[in-house]
């Protein structure tokens, strides 16, 4: 019963900026870790960012730090990345990510393609 349904994808330029979410269903997911991971074509999937169950603490992969923020809602079950200062080597498909123990749910994943 576990849900993840990113949204927010989308064709956008060099330098602009785009906002994605997931809204989550099925699970306490005020009890959760959330992440976001995402996979140029050809590539391996690669971690993004996470946040903690409360939001107080977040983590990001070096290439993206000081341009994506994570954040969460949790009255709202959502989880949110703002990205900015886009680049074309950001365009991959995103995936809204929870770990419960050792098993790990995916949402669909959103396409992100940076580009003129």
């Known amino acids: 019963q576990v849900q993840l349904v990113e949204s927010g994808g989308g064709l956008v330029q060099p330098g602009g900026s785009l906002r994605l979410s997931c809204a989550a269903s099925?699970?306490?997911?005020?009890?959760?870790?959330m992440s976001w991971y995402r996979q140029p074509p050809g590539k391996e999937r690669e971690l993004v960012g996470s946040?903690?169950?409360?939001?107080?603490?977040?983590n990001y992969a070096d290439s993206v730090k000081g341009r994506f923020t994570i954040s969460r809602d949790n009255a709202k079950n959502t989880v949110a990345l703002q990205m900015n200062s886009l680049k074309p080597d950001d365009t991959a498909v995103y995936y809204c990510?929870?770990?419960?123990?050792?098993?790990?749910?995916w949402g669909q994943g959103t396409q992100v393609t940076v580009s003129s």
């Open positions: 990510n929870m770990a419960m123990g050792l098993k790990n749910y």
């Open positions: 099925g699970f306490a997911f005020s009890s959760y870790r």
């Open positions: 946040i903690s169950a409360a939001g107080g603490s977040k």
